[in-house]
């Protein structure tokens, strides 16, 4: 091919591009002051395409209920796409600085990852409001938790209602509050059936507080009355049948 001919193949490309950009620029009206309705339903599954990749590049822990760190990306990543759909910014930059975003995000995390004072610097610390029943009022007074705020943590975390019942609680970087229990003794109660004979053995885990553990008590209760009733008439009969000169239980 002559060089005249490389020409016109270089121009007739140029104009294809060219009239690409322009039918691009026309369906997501780039550069208009006002978007149609039109315009706006097409930028909207392109936001939605890239949101869904920075998510991927972005591990998805910003949208978990993490650190202020993390919520803090997720607030400013819905704001900026936001933008590129409603047309308040340029759209590609925009798209472009989303990506921007979840790098520094990422170079961010990784930096926490890898460096310990990095990270509590960042997502911050935990805090200890409760240790052993007794309820740390320094640090309640620095988080601002009140003690209903302990007992309804308490209730949702651990199945307890009082106070002196938790062996830790902490304020978490995530703004949660977490709640153990302290351990408690599993309560043992022997029933014996017969003296040398035989010994029922029921172990409860818990303290006996629910209503449904109550119950369980009182069968336990009533099985003891009938056992311990059980033996008594096994032992009449073994002392009948050792007058008749048996020995035997009939």
């Not at 990749?53 to 990306?73: W, Y």
């Not at 790098?103 to 911050?124: E, M, N, S, T, Y």
């Not at 935990?126 to 309820?135: C, F, K, S």
Request: with cysteine.
């Amino acid at each position: 091919m002559s060089s005249e001919d490389w020409d016109l193949l270089i121009a007739g490309w140029v104009t294809i591009i060219e009239e690409i950009g322009e039918g691009v620029s026309l369906i997501l009206g780039l550069g208009v002051e006002e978007l149609s309705l039109e315009q706006m339903a097409v930028r909207v599954p392109i936001v939605y395409i890239t949101a869904v990749i920075v998510v991927r590049l972005g591990k998805k822990r910003f949208l978990g209920k993490n650190t202020a760190f993390d919520v803090i990306i997720g607030i400013m990543l819905g704001s900026i796409l936001s933008r590129a759909i409603t047309g308040n910014s340029p759209f590609f930059p925009t798209l472009a600085a989303s990506f921007v975003l979840m790098g520094i995000h990422w170079l961010f995390a990784a930096l926490a990852f890898r460096l310990d004072r990095f990270g509590p610097f960042i997502k911050g610390r935990p805090r200890t409001l409760v240790e052993n029943g007794e309820i740390l009022w320094d640090a309640m007074r620095k988080s601002y938790i009140t003690q209903n705020d302990l007992l309804e943590a308490a209730r949702s975390e651990a199945k307890i209602t009082e106070l002196d019942k938790i062996k830790t609680a902490c304020l978490e970087r995530s703004g949660d509050i977490s709640v153990i229990p302290i351990d408690t003794e599993p309560e043992v109660i022997e029933v014996v059936a017969s003296a040398g004979v035989q010994t029922i053995r029921i172990q409860l885990e818990h303290p006996v507080s629910s209503p449904r553990e109550q119950q369980l008590a009182a069968h336990i209760a009533e099985l003891e009355r009938k056992v311990g009733q059980l033996t008594m008439e096994n032992d009449a009969l073994k002392n009948q049948g050792k007058l008749n000169g048996s020995g035997q239980t009939p």
